[in-house]
């Protein structure tokens, strides 16, 4: 059974934004480190984001940096993925996941390394 859902996917313009979440069926979210992955029509899944549970910090691949903003909600048990400046490169299906670890390693950017993943949520930029 899928443990993590993302939502917040749809059809968005060139340089508008969207926000994406992550909830958990069975367990508490604030306790890990959580990642966001993408996967791009006839590309490998790549990891581009990733929050500790730690101390809160964050990390960003290269390609979404200063564009996307990791943060997480522990009332609502949620870890949300801002995306602002999309562009049609973007276009994937956006996933979540975590190797149960406290903090972000180099793992994160490692699909391969997860444990937990949802279904995924596709975000379509085009004009």
């Known amino acids: 059974q899928v443990q993590l859902v993302e939502s917040g996917g749809g059809l968005v313009q060139p340089g508008g934004s969207l926000r994406l979440s992550c909830s958990a069926s069975?367990?508490?979210?604030?306790?890990?480190?959580i990642g966001w992955f993408h996967q791009a029509p006839g590309k490998e899944r790549e990891g581009i984001s990733c929050?500790?549970?730690?101390?809160?910090?964050?990390t960003y691949a290269d390609s979404v940096k200063g564009r996307f903003t990791i943060s997480r909600d522990n009332v609502k048990n949620t870890v949300y993925l801002q995306m602002n400046g999309l562009d049609p490169e973007d276009t994937a299906v956006y996933y979540c996941?975590?190797?149960?670890?406290?903090?972000?390693?180099?793992?994160?950017?490692?699909?391969?390394?997860?444990?937990?993943w949802g279904q995924g949520t596709l975000v379509t930029v085009s004009s």
């Open positions: 069975t367990f508490s979210l604030e306790y890990y480190a």
């Open positions: 996941a975590t190797d149960w670890h406290v903090d972000c390693t180099g793992s994160y950017y490692e699909p391969s390394s997860m444990h937990a």
């Open positions: 929050i500790h549970s730690s101390d809160g910090s964050t």
